[in-house]
């Protein structure tokens, strides 16, 4: 942390936009340190370990709202650890000469296994709450930035979503000249905080932390420069961090005329996009769906077994006859009984909400697929 504090007050930028800031010490270090260059900055707290999410800027911060994605992997999955996470996006407004900037800054669940990729659902309903996010929350602003660690391949449905759904431009595929890693990566394998098998079917390594924008009104945004870090930072043996910085330069123009209020909704192409990930989302669905009648069934099974030992237990008071067990295996069994059904009771009502946000998405993209099917006939 140090040393990214030591290279953020060298480059002097206008905005900085940090995710996997878990510790709220780190954060008032780098506030600390950084308070004479970023007077301003924000820490989105969320979840039970924190979003990890902060913004430093030279200039005032007006506004700041935090939505918690409502889909975030599963709590009984503590090796991955996402749920405890709270992943969100956070907004910052701010206004620079004149212009009103809506900011935003997320972390998406991570993929884990792309051959058997159980967080796709999850993934997509997040990339989406985010696109809806964006479009309703943005409609004041002027300019529109999104950063933040995507977890997602340029190529990948949920990116080709986020996109096509908001209009944003990757800076990456616009800037107008690049430095860095090759192919924009930035979870490269000379990395040694990167786990290096995970990356065998990709040497280069992979593109998931994301600057994207786009103009609103009567304002023109073009990517002059990005540049990315490259492994160890200078002078050192280790780098700044597992994933490589990104870094962009922006040059912001008012044309004459306002800009179209069209969206790129309107591409056919979106249709695909969006049947894309609506089945994708359906699959995830019949998986929670499943798996919320497996753990229904058993928090019956171990009711019912409840029930039998109660039934045994009022037999023998009723001197009906003996105790059919001895007293501390009986005592075990009714533990493990309780213990089985709070727990595939707590499983069950986590996949009954799992199940409803899942439908809720699906139900918003069949409708966001009939409008898009809709407007051709409009024109």
Known sequence: MRLIGDVLLQERFDLILLQEVWSEQDYSDLKAKLGGCYPFSHYFRSGVIGSGLCVFSRFTILDTLLYQYSLNGYPYMLQHGDWFCGKSVGLVIIKISGIIFNVYVTHLHAEYCREKDAYLPHRLVQAWELAQFIRHTSKAADVVLLGGDLNMHPDDVGIRLLRGWTGLQDAFAEAKHFEGCKDGCTLIPNNCFTIKTELLPFPLGIRIDYILYKAISSFVVKCEELKTTTGSAPGRDIPFSDHEAVMATLHIRRQREAASATLSTA?????????????????????????????????????????????AVLGTLAGLGGQPFPKLSFSLLAFLAVAILLLATGLHLFHTIEVKMLQGTEEQMRMALRVLQEQPSDG
């Open 267 to 311: 591409e056919p192409a979106l249709v695909d996009v969006v049947t894309e990930a609506r089945t994708e989302v359906g699959v995830g669905l019949r998986a929670a769906q499943r798996q919320r009648y497996s753990t229904g069934r058993l928090a019956v099974l171990a009711l019912l077994l409840l029930l039998l030992q109660a039934v």
